[in-house]
């Protein structure tokens, strides 16, 4: 039988089931090969020649490809229709060539499909061709120069710049956005001005608002009430003035639907309505197409085929009715100029599969498929139809106007599905103005000034990060997700209230960057390098071309900087962010000079331990520290005294500080006798002008001994670099050996102070059985009884909610049910529902045991069957 290869096994699966038996449907799991992190790999001086290596765990999986290819002379390679797809089917074929499994007369086809349908996948067959070279040299530039980048970069950062982790050719351009936008914040200025809105009545009696906009005559501009005192006399004028209605003025308008999903757009309103990451948006979006639900998710086309188009204008009149159907299909166009990878818009398989009749599927896909099946929807139906009111109310002396806007939806249109989220807050002109006549009077009732200042612009979320990227043109659909999260997880940003927040490691990284590699990390050079790679792709530019134009002006860059000495570089930066770390002071002395010593001058310093901070130039007399992002709230904590909060029982003084690693209270002071007086750490986050004497004192009292635990051994609760833990110290059964420590992590930090032994040791217990789910047993909620069959039936706390558990099927409460509303009765009503499918999944586990080879192959199975969630998360994650 035909070999069919796949990237997931979940696809595999459900591939098999559509091809039949003569078809064999295997998994690669992903890529197959990389370049190994070694010096070399990818050579400049000949041709970009790269040496490429099978992962390891990729070994099996090529074998047992190569093993059913010796039963049949037909590989069909149907991994994704994308540069990524294209690329793992030709390393496939590139390593089963090199182990012998492809011969000069196997038949090599190379097979695409954009949705895991019977329809899609039965076409997609008919259709074979060869692997499409373009792509894949496309693929081999791009892999090549993130090579390039970060193996030649990452090490001059690591030697001029201790602490730095690693830089990469689109990451540090995204990383430069998130900096500059937050220098831009920090050299904000606010600017106050007043508005002035009165409360007016019509002579039936109904109330609006009007907004001042004429005032002596003359049309205001924002700024032009500057002051209270000004906005007392506008309104007064007001007050002194009989009000008449000199205009009502109603326009028609229309509202037309966004297009439907790409990439970007998808992980942009995901973020907007569900706070999803980018990341999670793309895994939950993988799983919907695995599950042949929606179609490929990694694209920048918004067209959809002509019999999607047909299939959602009948869905449309079937829910809605003919009036919510334009009278021609919707046509969008990508106005990106750098749109490639021509794929379908993402949109459901099926039109008349409404979120409702998925209702299984887990949280995360059910709210992303509910926003794709309803932006397609939308995106065909007809426009929204308004009607917008202006009101102008004036005196008759002209001097003063004021202007009341209203809003009404005469149909809804296609609002009656989907609306789109906004990244900034829309005017509220939305209002409903009652009945308006032109020269009926309009009576004040009140009149009310407001003070306002201008608002910085705004940190970027993720939505916002992509929008940019994508509007520059850098970056493109299928590494939004993991340049999101690499500058994430190397530290160089953090996420606050859902905002993207520069570390001081990124700002120094970026300071850097800019300084000696400018050209590198700016936003026109890397938006035409992407279009250079494009041009691979539509075969216009010849990889090897555009490489070595790169590496050539790259490679002289980078041997510029072997000369640098770090203390050079740390006085380059602290020009470049003297703004941030050295803020001018209020009485105008120098920012630079020791708080401390008054002689010193202060500059940034690195660690042995890598990171950044500030330290005084008369060192090792003056020892004064402190953090790059400048003084820590609460008073001169970086002096050598601290700021003294108080004495404890003994007499002993306790002051706050902050060292190179953060603010800290602090017991006593160093002497020859302790040399180390006691310290804790502030927890991170934690607001200092509520560290008082008793919290401080609470601190150092950790870490708090809880008592012995049952099997022996001393249970201890602290806070510690990953947060609040309980640890149990088990002794050793040899003296000479140390006692092994367990630890369990607990949520709330208060609840170090007050945990007692039997919370800390089920929290011991879940982290030795593998966490909650695997292995711990979770207490029921509340036992009902006994089902007819045998077994106790329970209700269970489930991670999306409370659950009837009964053997092996888990049925969820309907929404609004409360546990203990549950009787017996209903949950067998429930369990019945949901047993006829746990059942078959039973009877295909235990026939496939029975047919199963010994333990250790079944041991192998299961590694194998663990793998897939790996192999995808690898292919999603290709950093740029």
């Known amino acids: 039988m035909a070999v069919v290869v796949v990237e997931s096994p979940a696809k595999a699966k459900t591939i098999n089931a559509y091809l039949g038996k003569d078809f064999k449907v295997l998994a690669s799991y992903g890529h197959v090969r990389d370049l190994p992190a070694r010096d070399g ?12 290596e099978v992962d390891p765990k990729s070994q099996a999986h090529i074998r047992a490809i190569a093993d ?54 039965t076409e997609a067959m008919q259709k074979p061709r060869q692997i499409d070279m373009e792509l894949v040299e496309a693929y081999l530039a791009r892999r090549a120069l993130d090579y390039l980048v970060g193996f030649n970069l990452s090490p001059v950062l690591w030697r001029k710049l201790p602490g730095a982790k690693s830089a990469g050719r689109v990451q540090s351009v995204a990383l430069r956005l998130i900096v500059e936008r937050e220098m831009e914040i920090e050299a904000f200025r606010a600017r106050e001005y007043w508005s002035v809105k009165a409360l007016l009545s019509t002579p039936r009696g ?66 907007r309505k569900f706070g999803m990451g980018a990341r999670q948006t793309m895994s939950a979006a993988q799983r919907l197409y695995e599950a042949g639900h929606i179609t490929y998710m990694r694209t920048d086309g918004i067209d959809m085929a002509p019999e999607a188009v047909m299939a959602a204008r009948d ?9 919510y159907l334009p009278s021609s299909p919707r046509m969008y166009k990508n106005k990106a100029k750098n749109a490639q990878e021509a794929h379908e818009c993402i949109r459901p398989t099926d039109m008349t599969r409404g979120p409702e009749k998925l209702a299984k599927l887990e949280p995360d896909q059910r709210k992303l498929y509910d926003l794709i099946w309803k ?21 008759a002396d002209g001097q003063v106007m004021l202007r009341a806007t209203g809003q009404v939806v005469l149909f809804d249109g296609f609002l009656k599905v989907y609306e789109e989220g906004r990244d900034d807050v829309a005017d509220d002109d939305d209002k409903r103005l009652p009945q308006i006549t032109q020269g009926e009077p309009a009576r004040t009732r009140d009149v009310t000034p407001e003070q ?31 340049i999101v999260s690499v500058i994430q997880e190397r530290d160089y940003v953090r996420k606050e209230q859902n905002r993207l927040v520069p570390e001081d490691k990124g700002r120094l990284v970026t300071a850097f960057l800019e300084n000696y590699f400018r050209k590198y990390v700016g936003y026109d050079f890397t938006a035409d390098l992407e279009e250079d790679l494009d041009r691979i792709t539509s075969g216009d530019a010849d990889w090897q071309k555009v490489l070595s134009r790169f590496w050539t002006d790259f490679s002289a860059a980078i041997a510029e900087t072997q000369e640098l000495r770090i203390t050079d570089v740390l006085e380059k930066i ?65 002096g050598p005294d601290g700021k003294l909060l108080g004495h404890d029982d003994n007499g002993t003084p306790v002051t706050l500080r902050t060292g190179r690693f953060g603010p800290y209270v602090q017991l006593g002071e160093a002497t020859e006798e302790e040399p180390k007086p006691k310290r804790a750490s502030i927890p991170k986050g934690a607001d200092l002008s509520t560290v008082d004497l008793a919290r401080a004192l ?14 022996g051994g001393i249970v201890e609760a602290n806070i510690g670099r990953f947060g609040p833990y309980v640890m149990h110290e088990i002794p050793a059964d040899d003296p000479k050996e140390k006692p092994r420590k367990v630890y369990a992590n607990i949520k709330d930090a208060e609840e170090v102070y007050t945990i007692g032994m039997n919370r800390a040791v089920e929290l011991l217990a879940q982290k030795a059985a593998g966490g909650r789910g695997r292995g711990s047993a979770a207490k029921p909620l509340k036992e009902l009884g006994t089902h007819p069959d045998g077994g106790t039936i329970a209700v269970m706390e489930g991670r999306y909610g409370p659950y009837v558990k009964w053997d092996k099927v888990n049925a969820t409460l309907p929404k609004g049910t409360e546990p203990e509303d549950v009787t017996l009765e209903m949950a067998l009503e429930l369990i019945a529902a949901k047993k006829p499918a746990a059942k078959t999944r039973r009877t295909t586990k235990a026939t496939t045991t029975r047919k199963a080879a010994p333990a250790k192959s079944t041991a192998k199975k299961t590694a194998k069957k663990a793998a897939p969630r790996k192999a995808t998360a690898k292919k999603v994650s290709g950093a740029e």
């Open 375 to 395: 932006r397609t929807i939308a995106s065909q139906m007809a426009a929204a139809r308004l009607e917008r009111t202006t009101v102008d109310v004036g005196s």
């Open 315 to 323: 869905a449309i009149k079937d829910r809605f009715g003919a009036e």
């Open 206 to 271: 109904q109330d609006y608002e009007g907004r001042l906009t004429v005032l002596g005559g003359r049309k205001l501009d924002k700024f032009d009430i500057a002051t209270a005192e000004a906005a007392d006399l506008a309104v007064a004028a007001i007050r002194a003035r009989d009000l008449v209605v000199q205009s009502v003025e109603a326009k028609p308008g229309a509202r037309n639907p966004s297009a439907p999903f790409m990439t970007s757009t998808l992980q942009q309103e995901a973020s």
């Open 574 to 638: 602290n020009e470049v962010l003297a703004p941030h770390i050295f803020p001018a002071t209020e009485d105008g002395s120098d920012p630079r000079q020791c708080k401390a010593c008054g002689k010193g001058r202060l500059s940034l310093k690195t660690a042995r331990s890598g990171g950044a901070f500030i330290g005084c130039s008369n060192y090792p007399e003056c020892r004064y520290t402190r953090p790059m992002s400048g003084e820590v709230e609460g008073g001169d904590l970086a």
């Open 452 to 482: 306002h200042f201008t608002q910085p612009p705004p940190r970027y979320t993720e939505a916002t990060l992509v929008k940019r990227m994508e509007e520059l043109g850098i970056g493109r659909p299928s590494t939004y997700a993991s």
């Open 698 to 711: 609470q601190l150092l009292s950790l870490p708090r001994f809880i008592g012995e635990h049952p099997e």
């Open 68 to 121: 059913a290819m010796a039963d049949d002379d037909t590989l069909i390679l149907a991994t994704d229709p994308d540069r990524e797809g294209e690329a793992i089917s030709w390393h496939l074929l590139e390593a089963l060539t090199k182990r012998r499994a492809v011969k000069k007369s196997t038949n090599v086809q190379r097979v695409v499909f954009n949705a895991i349908t019977r329809t899609a996948v």
């Open 41 to 52: 790999s990818v050579d400049p001086e000949h041709g970009f020649d790269m040496k490429w």
